[in-house]
């Protein structure tokens, strides 16, 4: 009976955390035309993650690199977010030039390129490319519109 109580806390406390966890995640857009309107209306730039079904390491960056909480808050406060798998845009696809798999490109609101990462990186080398793509978007902004 002692061994089902336990069974069952660890049940609760897993489920628990998980929806914890799911509140702390990155807000995707699937489709280009919205996550370009929300980055207009917010003044943001365009996180784009290119990834594929069948490619590992796109899974190991959404699993890993995506879900840590710094990565989390950094996109979630600097930028507009938007998943795209391979084949369903293969216009902005053609137009990013994505050779590999996964790819993260930041777009200003007229989709010119920031800066890209291509291939899986820890969430550490994430952010701070992140960074260093917000610190271009926030020096190319008129004076009197940065926050």
Not at 15 to 24: E, F, H, M, N, P
Not at 63 to 76: E, R
Request: glycine share 4%.
């Amino acid at each position: 009976m002692a061994y089902l109580r336990t069974i069952a806390a660890f049940v609760v406390l897993a489920l628990g955390a998980r929806c914890v966890s799911a509140a702390d995640q990155i807000a995707w857009h699937s489709e280009v035309a919205a996550a370009v309107a929300a980055a207009e209306q917010r003044d943001l730039p365009i996180l784009v993650y290119l990834t594929s079904s069948h490619c590992p390491y796109c899974v190991k960056m959404k699993n890993q690199t995506l879900a840590a909480a710094p990565v989390v808050a950094a996109v979630g406060e600097k930028f507009v977010a938007l998943t795209v798998a391979r084949g369903t845009a293969p216009e902005l696809e053609r137009r990013l030039a994505v050779r590999a798999y996964p790819t993260t490109v930041v777009l200003r609101v007229d989709q010119s390129e920031i800066g890209r990462v291509t291939g899986f990186v820890s969430p550490t080398q994430l952010t701070t490319s992140l960074e260093r793509f917000n610190a271009i978007h926030v020096a190319a902004k008129p004076a009197a519109t940065v926050k």
